[in-house]
């Protein structure tokens, strides 16, 4: 065993004991399972909150971002901020709905407050859906890091059935709790590690962050700032939009709204998250570090840049320690995604076919269905493909699809129907799938735009589809409504003659 | 004083919006190129943004919501 090594399985064996210690003092029941009772207080709302945002995907794709396509990855920035700042206004009617009808899962969300168990199968089937390649991306992600940290002693295969037997073992045990409890340690590694890496990097390879962003505009001119054309301005601002609409839309984001104690714990965060985001920018640093330290790298390989440059710089043990917080932000938002699948799984699809089944029924549901999530994930992982990201982006514009059909409900009086809900995402989701499989974009839909226009997400034209269907058959449906009591009104005096 | 809420706008004008003015390198700031810094420095504004929005709304007094 190497020294390396050591910090990895150190970092798994903490995960594995605090998710078991989570547990302790609590009556598992289902609504502690999912929701932990909806207890948590501001720090650990704001760990489950974040923790969704340091995924494997900001640490291996952020840096990896930065190296490959530089100033696009500021998009990552941005959009978590503007969505911390709508969770302000959004997340809090969402809790007290949540609160006062006794809710676990976004797709209970759907079915109260449209009043149709079916539109909760048509969201949780969503949810499920996007929630799968966010998990195998997870998994991916800790086979890579394990192995390249771990010297090549671990191949990832054995890595990401360690990996997801943990998650599992804990999630089965306790719940979000589990998750959250694994959140602190995950969060102190990440930030030491992060912050460490992008202040070191630039400073012992280029003499300071100045000096680095000079180094880079040299070789490569405008780098670092967004290009003329392709991912350029339209596209940054149509990209942070649509995925700050989506944020809140993951069923494992949307159920830790629902763990908060009051809603001024989450307005608090709505002040805290922005700043913890900044982190982020370390990322940033030290993907940007790599460009001219390991170049070179090449379509999925980019993703490797801040490890190579690690194992490039430091001894084995200090990589062993950057491991140890890779391993964790794959293994706790992994286990997020884990609870969430499982309780849309039992709570909304099995509850549904088994009409009699009571909280104690569907939480044993649950717990059985956590390893086979997690087997369905790892099938995906190591049967491989390099259409992760695709799948990840294509799973984050599914997710969008629900953004309409949850704000409109908000309002007490809302005109959209269950009807106009459910086509709205049926057709949103339908548009999302036909346009990622043929790879559209709106410049081959539309060829005679100006070429901004063309540079738009094409995320858009979906959420765009989405919102017309709804509205059309939201008015169809009040209009057939409408004229079905005239009806009845018009025949009804005769038969009260007879 | 709910009205402070609006203030929660600027955000999103900034970081929407405000690339299109600010997409260059040079001037460096502490070291960024110009559109990170801006970025960066809106990020923090609207943290404190966020703070005097939170203070100022009266729906924090509540402690039971």
């Not at chain 1, 985001?277 to 490797?304: E, R, S, Y």
């Amino acid at each position: 065993m190497n020294g390396a090594l050591i910090g990895i399985a150190g970092a798994v064996i903490l995960a594995l004991g605090l998710g078991f210690l989570a547990r302790r003092g609590q009556q598992m029941g289902l609504e502690q399972w999912t929701v932990a009772g909806r207890s948590f207080g501001a720090p650990l709302v704001f760990l489950l909150m974040a923790g969704e945002i340091y995924t494997t995907f900001t640490f291996l794709g952020g840096s990896g971002f930065a190296y490959g396509r530089g100033g696009p990855a500021y998009y990552i920035l941005c959009y978590a901020t503007l969505a911390y700042v709508m969770s302000y206004f959004l997340l809090p009617p969402i809790w007290r709905y949540a609160r006062d009808n006794g809710l676990y899962s976004q797709s209970d969300f759907f079915i109260r407050k449209y009043d149709s168990p079916a539109l909760g199968i048509l969201v949780s089937l969503v949810g499920i859906v996007a929630l799968i390649p966010y998990l195998v991306l997870q998994f991916k992600g800790l086979g890579i890091i394990v192995e390249i940290a771990g010297y090549g002693a671990i191949a990832s295969t054995p890595a990401v059935w360690i990996g997801a037997a943990v998650a599992t073992a804990y999630v089965m045990v306790s719940g979000v709790r589990g998750a959250a409890w694994t959140s602190v340690a995950k969060d102190a590694m990440i930030l030491l590690a992060v912050v460490f890496l992008g202040i070191y990097f630039p400073l012992h390879y280029y003499g300071g962050l100045g000096a680095m962003f000079a180094a880079i505009e040299e070789v490569k001119p405008g780098f670092t700032v967004l290009p003329a054309h392709g991912e350029s301005v339209w596209w940054f601002s149509s990209t942070v939009l649509l995925t700050v609409l989506g944020f809140y839309m993951w069923p494992h984001a949307f159920a830790s709204i629902y763990t908060a104690r009051n809603t001024r714990v989450i307005r608090l965060n709505a002040v805290f998250l922005p700043i913890y985001q900044l982190i982020l920018l370390f990322v940033f640093f030290a993907g940007f570090a790599a460009i001219l330290q390991v170049p070179g790298l090449k379509g999925t390989d980019v993703d490797l840049a801040l490890f190579k440059l690690s194992v490039k710089t430091f001894d084995p043990w200090v990589v062993g320690l950057i491991g140890a917080a890779g391993v964790l932000t794959a293994l706790v938002p992994g286990s997020m995604i884990l609870t969430a699948a499982a309780t849309l799984f039992a709570n909304n699809l099995y509850r549904v076919a088994d009409r009699s089944a009571d909280d104690a029924r569907v939480l044993r549901i649950a717990k059985l269905v956590v390893p086979l999530v997690a087997l369905v994930a790892i099938y995906f992982t190591l049967r491989g493909g390099q259409t992760i990201v695709a799948l990840l982006l294509m799973g984050y514009s599914f997710v969008t699809q629900l953004f309409p059909a949850l704000v409109l409900s908000l309002p007490r009086n809302s005109w959209v129907t269950r009807e106009g809900a459910a086509a709205g995402i049926v057709a949103g989701v339908a548009t999302v799938a036909a346009v990622s499989l043929t790879h559209t974009t709106i410049g081959t839909l539309f060829p005679s735009l100006p070429a901004e226009i063309k540079e738009l997400n094409v995320g858009i034209v979906a959420l765009a589809v989405n919102i017309v269907v709804l509205i059309a058959f939201s008015a169809g449906t009040k209009l057939a409504a409408a004229r079905n009591r005239r009806v009845v009104r018009v025949s009804a005096p005769p038969s009260r003659l007879a | 004083m709910r009205s402070v809420r609006a203030l929660a706008l600027l955000p999103f004008l900034a970081l929407l919006v405000g690339p299109f003015f600010v997409n260059r390198v040079t001037p460096y700031v502490f070291g960024m190129p110009f559109l990170l810094a801006w970025l960066v420095a809106w990020i923090l504004l609207t943290a404190a943004i966020m703070a005097v929005i939170f203070r100022l709304d009266p729906a924090n007094r509540d402690e039971s919501e």
